[in-house]
């Protein structure tokens, strides 16, 4: 039987779906965990928060971790036939951040797998040393809500993929002071084909 002081305690869970605050992780399996983090240290600019034999868990920002990858020997690596991930996405604060990221990994050696402009998004996607496909992009517009808007227009409906384009011109038109509106305007070009599953021959 409650007494006085349960039955005012007592509350019922609000059952409904409610959306989660924040996306605040995700964890990769990795036989190649050395090149992973050396990866994403130096894509995403992560810092290590603490690692053991067993997993690793890195950061970028105040989050305490945004990515785990656990240490398993004899993984075989994503392949085309297996479901799962396709890419993760990463936004960046501006196209000039975006193409410095690029310049960056080149001189590292580290190509990108395409780069598409999306319409709503520039994106230039990369694989890890696994072969997970990672998006870093920027939003074309300066709000959401534009941004947003642009997935009912007929032109997203036309071309929802988007179209190919050549990061070192963008770099350039950067260099020689082209506005970021400019540079984010959408390049004439045929649809880009769709993204190839991790582990397939093409690069992308
Ligand atoms: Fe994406």
């Given at each position: 039987m409650d007494t006085v002081l349960d039955t005012r305690r007592r509350r019922t869970?609000?059952?409904?779906?409610?959306?989660?605050v924040l996306?605040?992780?995700?964890?990769?399996?990795s036989s190649n965990i050395d090149k992973m983090i050396d990866w994403y240290m130096a894509m995403l600019n992560m810092r290590v928060?603490?690692?053991?034999?067993?997993?690793?868990?890195?950061?970028?920002?105040?989050?305490?971790?945004?990515?785990g990858i656990v240490n398993a020997a004899g993984l075989e690596p994503p392949g085309p036939k297996?479901?799962?991930?396709?890419?993760?996405?990463?936004?960046?604060?501006?196209?000039g951040t975006l193409l410095a990221t690029y310049a960056r990994a080149k001189k590292l050696g580290i190509p990108p797998a395409r780069c598409i402009h999306h319409g709503p998004t520039v994106s230039?996607?990369?694989?890890?040393?696994?072969?997970?496909g990672v998006e870093?992009?920027?939003?074309?517009y300066p709000s959401k809500e534009a941004t947003a808007a642009y997935f009912q227009t007929?032109?997203?409906?036309?071309n929802p993929i988007g179209v190919v384009f050549d990061p070192d011109t963008l770099v350039r038109a950067w260099e020689e002071g082209t506005p970021d509106e400019e540079l984010m305007k959408m390049p004439?070009?045929?649809?880009?084909a769709p993204q190839s599953p991790p582990g397939s021959k093409s690069s992308s």
């Amino acid at each position: 039987m409650d007494t006085v002081l349960d039955t005012r305690r007592r509350r019922t869970l609000d059952t409904k779906p409610a959306a989660p605050v924040l996306f605040a992780h995700f964890v990769l399996r990795s036989s190649n965990i050395d090149k992973m983090i050396d990866w994403y240290m130096a894509m995403l600019n992560m810092r290590v928060v603490q690692r053991t034999d067993y997993i690793c868990f890195l950061t970028y920002d105040d989050e305490h971790h945004r990515l785990g990858i656990v240490n398993a020997a004899g993984l075989e690596p994503p392949g085309p036939k297996n479901s799962g991930l396709a890419h993760v996405a990463y936004t960046f604060a501006d196209i000039g951040t975006l193409l410095a990221t690029y310049a960056r990994a080149k001189k590292l050696g580290i190509p990108p797998a395409r780069c598409i402009h999306h319409g709503p998004t520039v994106s230039i996607y990369y694989r890890d040393p696994d072969g997970n496909g990672v998006e870093l992009q920027v939003d074309r517009y300066p709000s959401k809500e534009a941004t947003a808007a642009y997935f009912q227009t007929p032109e997203f409906k036309k071309n929802p993929i988007g179209v190919v384009f050549d990061p070192d011109t963008l770099v350039r038109a950067w260099e020689e002071g082209t506005p970021d509106e400019e540079l984010m305007k959408m390049p004439d070009g045929p649809p880009a084909a769709p993204q190839s599953p991790p582990g397939s021959k093409s690069s992308s």
